[in-house]
């Protein structure tokens, strides 16, 4: 920590103390994303692929680990995106910090083949998912429980209706 003079609001020189921040930098939390991008459908699947690879090895090489890639396949875009009306759609399920998602999403928008994306943040959506699923099961079932006995009533035989054949 380093001191230094800055004035205040009131026009008065304080001394105070300019925080590092490395000590935030050492600490990187790693959140659990999901990126949606939609490429243009007159690109080859080799090129699809290529760029699929390019983005997992920027994502790896930043700290990232993918989780998943799931190339969903071309589909119909429900409105025209620069000109075109379906394109392919790839999803790819990130465990990444945050400024490299920043980062990755700087590549979407600068690569000419993609064009739409979203990412999602979904560890906030597993979280009360999680949350959710505890509550069930600490409630009890009631198929779980022993169904109740009823006492037997005797019943006197219904007796046979006789019919018209039986009687002739």
């Known amino acids: 920590m380093v001191g230094y003079e800055f004035p205040n609001r009131a026009g008065r020189t304080d001394v105070g103390t300019v ?9 990187k939390m790693n959140r659990v994303y999901e990126i949606m991008f939609i490429v243009r459908p007159d690109v080859e699947e080799a090129d699809l692929d290529k760029l ?21 396949g071309r589909r119909r875009l429900a409105y025209t995106v620069r000109k075109f009306n379906d394109g392919f759609y ?5 465990d990444a910090p945050g400024n490299l998602i920043g980062e990755i999403e700087r590549r979407l928008r600068v690569s000419e083949p993609v064009i739409k994306f979203i ?11 999680a949350k959710v699923k ?9 198929s779980a429980q022993p169904a109740p006995v009823a006492e037997s009533v005797t019943e006197a035989p219904i007796p046979a209706v006789e019919t ?5």
């Open 164 to 168: 018209a054949e039986a009687t002739a």
């Open 119 to 129: 990412t999602v943040r979904m560890d906030e959506e597993q979280k009360r998912l």
């Open 52 to 72: 699929i690879e390019g983005f997992t090895q920027n994502i790896t090489a930043g700290g990232g680990e993918i989780k998943g890639v799931e190339k969903m």
């Open 19 to 27: 925080r590092s921040r490395t000590s935030q930098k050492e600490v």
């Open 134 to 142: 505890a509550l069930r099961d600490s409630k009890v079932k009631r």
């Open 90 to 94: 790839v999803l790819l399920t990130v």
